[in-house]
């Protein structure tokens, strides 16, 4: 199979779903496909040059949660 960067969105769910135990409900479904989204647009994210250092980040979420 080739890398699942270049499965298509469909290919990626069937994978998914053949991947789940038979009792998963349509939670876990949810679930892996909305992990599958995320990933999918992290990844755009850092093709893109979208990122935010570390450091960055920390200070942000400490003014965040002071808030």
Not at 7 to 29: I, N, S, Y
């Amino acid at each position: 199979m080739y890398p699942e960067s270049m499965q298509t969105v469909k290919e990626q769910v069937l994978h998914v779903l053949h991947r789940l135990p038979d009792d998963a409900d349509f939670r876990d479904v949810s679930e892996e496909i909305a992990l599958l989204a995320a990933v999918a647009e992290a990844e755009d994210d850092i093709r893109e040059g979208r990122l935010v250092e570390n450091q960055e980040m920390k200070a942000r979420l400490d003014e965040w949660l002071d808030a």
